[in-house]
């Protein structure tokens, strides 16, 4: 068999690839692995996909046919094989005419070695990286040497970075003890996983005191880095939280600042906006990444709108009974549920994520921030600014601030108070809506989504102090990372009720929330 | 006795009272002792059906007593309904003793499938009935006196305080949904076997529930009339009308709140006490914020301030879902939320409002 490899061979173009290949259908198992290496160690780009078919056990011979040596797929007929080195089919034939490559463990060590060897070279840096961590995880002399050269002429910053981990991860297991000392040094305050197992692995194992000593200052080090970043994710998870609240509460404050009035449905004219995410995703199919830009203003227009009929036909009739209007605009909000209900959909629908948003920052190896939550951050500071400016800047900003101060006076002044209150209303229900675009990205998309916001978004203006939008931003803010910081120990739903019971226990001591009106606006 | 000065003037209420009268002693009646063939018998399922209505009723008045007189929109008093009616189910449980589907004479089949060896100190002494219906009373009227303290004393109201009443119960039915506290998480309790020794499921123990719910609003309905003609009850809609100027004068606003509170909660623990025999089921469900303002939404539609105005209106809006959801299910929230509107906007005044003679409140 090995001769009829010999011929076939000796008509390609004598490579160092096309030499060593034969070995691989060698019935002894070290010649296989002599195979292997030297396959390895050629560089060449087409030994990585024979490598990897043998590992996978892709890997066939055949008597008495050229070339012996073939990839096989499982096809109808049974096996469809190709030339490994060409790619060109080669026909269906039978499982027993052919023979699959036999491994044993020393020999998939190898390829693995090898494999990882080979990819060291790839072009991508990203295969490159790979490679490196591949090595890290069963490291042999070979394979440090291997790293080491890589790394003498890796020009990639990121690529260099996991090779000299690579290096000291491979060196803590086989390297002299100056080698083990001079990795846990390099190691020291390594947030990668690999880099913490070795350390953990060389403390269990390690027989000289000093390298010991070193490797568990390391690990301590590590230790309370990690601790640090997973403060910084809980926080960064609580100010996702917040900004969330802050979104939902923004509107809701406006309302409740200047009217005095509950808005119940807040949380309906949310969902409306999260629905019409949905319609204009499927009104433009294929522009999901761009849709999200025609669905802020939609949503906008869409809750605002329906802002202002609730204000025009029912609310307007109910000023100065704040309790009734309660009532009202919660009958409101079940109409709102039921219509979604019946006109789209009882079951939650699917709202695309742009791609844009998916995926996430990696700010070190221990802590990657997502994108879509870092978007609604943005986004929630966005809503804010503008707000703001809108209030302070423009000609609408100070009527309604005139008729949340004082409606009377507003009047005799000239500010027609019931047309400012229509556009306050559908301007805090507006922005409802385009919070509601913001939650479509992060939670599902039901005609029940509005109902678990309404209670949470008054707490925030509740604790924030009403009619302050810097009150509202930083009780959000402070209630949302509040909650992540205690949910680990306490558990989800108990740091939900505590919250809730320090709300309770802090309007005892500050009525007026954190951030009272002052004056005479103060006592409604 | 004081019922005579209670009821005089309140034309609606001695009607109410009358036909509960009535009703109580015919219904009985007409299904233990008409024959299933007859026209005039009582099913038992109405009959169960009547008195979870009349637990309503009773809730209701609860609502109105601190609504319509004291002017507290409470949206948390699902929530003592809720802790009464555990407390009664608490009762039942231990009722079941070892006839559970695991046979444990001591622990409930939901703490042996959490795999609990004893049972929770909190659970002690609901095997005496006694000791349950104290407990009824008790919780929700200690919490409504410690809750109204804090809020009352901070002088949080209006809206403020609707919402934290609500935050309440959304809080008490995030904790009750947790297994960890003791009382059967998601699924609650339920299965009951027997009250007092009778058994749940039989025609009397029926008629006899329902005809303690009716005493239990005729009764209480009694107490909040007395209240509400005390004087007590007339410092406590100078409250609802000029709170400022009642404590100017020299009240102790505060006192009276926390002590009216308190006693409306004691009323919906009853209620819930009544509850849950005749459903045969308790789960935080009864807690959340949508139950607690749908029966704000009865005594507006019977008309607040009136007391039996929160009786018709609990009846009737009752009815009008059983119904409804039996017929149209879809329709019920357009026709729910339609009602809350409508009677905000329409009818102020409620049901009551169309009677002629307009007592003094």
Known sequence: MILAGMTWWGTAAAGA??????????????????AVQALAATGDSRALPILEALLAGDLYTREAADPPLVLARPSAAGLRLSDPLTGVDLGEVERATVKKIPLNNALRTALRGGIAALTLSSPDPAVRSRAAKDLMRDPSPESVTALRARLEQEQDAAVRTTLVLAVAVADLRVGTPEARLAAVATLEGSLYPEARNGLTTLIANETDADVKAAAERALTAIDARLTWNARAETLFFGLSLGSVLVLAAIGLAITFGVMGVINMAHGELMMLGAYTTYLVQQALPGWVDYSLFVAIPAAFIVSGLFGIAIERTVIRFLYGRP???????????????????????????????????????QINPALALTYNRLYILAFALLVFVALLLILKRTALGLQVRAVSQNRAMARAMGVRSARVDALTFGLGAGIAGVAGVALSQLTNVGPNMGQAYIIDSFMVVVFG????????????????????????????????????????????????GLFPQRGRAADG | MGIVKALKGDTGGQVMLAVLLVVTLVVPVLNLAVPETSFWHVSTYTVTLLGKYLTYALLAVAVDLVWGYLGILSLGHGAFFALGGYAMGMYLMRQIG??????????????????????????????????AALMAILVPGVLAYVFGYLAFRSRVTGVYLSIITQ???YALMLAFFRNEMGFGGNNGLTDFKELLGFDLQSDGTRAGLFMASAA??????????????????????????????????????ERVKVAIFAFSAMLAGVAGALYVPQVGIINPGEF??????????????????????????????NYGKSTFTAMFPEAWLFALGALFVLVTLLLPRGIAGWLPARRAG
Do not use: H
């Open chain 2, 288 to 317: 959340s914020p949508l139950n607690s303002i749908e029966l704000v939404i009865w005594v507006a539609v019977g008309g607040r301030a009136t007391l039996y105005g929160a009786v018709v209106g609990a009846l009737m809006v």
């Open chain 2, 98 to 131: 070892d006839r559970g589907v695991y046979g444990d004479p001591i622990l409930p089949d939901f703490m042996v499938f959490l795999n609990w060896k004893e049972l929770p100190w909190f659970w002690n002494g609901f095997d005496m009935f006694w000791f």
């Open chain 2, 167 to 169: 935050a309440l119960t």
């Open chain 1, 17 to 34: 690839l096309e030499e060593a290949l034969p070995g691989l259908a060698d019935r002894a198992f070290p010649a296989k692995q002599q």
């Open chain 2, 216 to 253: 239990a609003l005729a009764l209480g309905y009694l107490a909040c009339r007395m209240i509400v003609t005390s004087r007590l009850g007339r410092v406590a809609v100078a409250i609802r009308d000029a709170e400022s100027r009642t404590r100017f004068i020299g009240y102790r606003v």
């Open chain 1, 323 to 361: 309790l009734e209007t309660l009532l009202a605009t919660f009958g409101i909000s079940l109409i709102l549920q039921q219509l979604v209900r019946t006109t789209i959909s009882a079951q939650n629908v699917a709202v695309e994520n742009p791609s844009w948003m998916s995926g996430s920052l």
């Open chain 1, 465 to 512: 102090g009403v009619g302050n939008l810097w009150g509202t931003l930083i009780g959000g803010m402070t209630l949302g990372v509040a909650n992540k910081f205690m949910e680990p120990w306490a558990g989800a739903v108990l740091a939900k009720i505590l919250v809730l019971v320090f709300i309770i226990l802090f309007i005892q001591k500050r009525p007026r």
